[in-house]
């Protein structure tokens, strides 16, 4: 799903890294969104939507069609948590 996760995050001058520890989740699940190979958990999105202050659409957007998206299984949280995901 495409998503402006990497400007709102450059605005503040965040590593991948920053955002992860302030949302709860890996780098590489942060990573993962902004390249676009896996969309995040309605939990996760929330949760990223809270941090920047915003609604969860101004960071997402879902007119992708469903049949192009992609998806990462067993993406980890930080807290050893394993999202999945199908796609």
Do not use: H, K
């Not at 998503?3 to 450059?10: M, Q, T």
């Not at 699940?29 to 969860?56: H, K, M, Q, V």
């Amino acid at each position: 799903m495409r998503n402006v996760l990497s400007e709102r995050r450059a605005e503040r001058e965040m590593s991948q890294g920053d955002l992860a520890e302030a949302v709860g989740v890996t780098r590489q699940t942060i990573n993962a969104i902004e390249r676009e190979r896996y969309d995040p958990s309605l939990e996760l999105a929330f949760g990223l939507a809270g941090f920047f202050d915003c609604a969860i659409e101004d960071l997402f957007d879902p007119s992708e069609p469903v049949s192009t998206r992609r998806t990462v299984a067993g993406l980890t949280r930080s807290d050893g948590a394993t999202y999945s995901a199908s796609g």
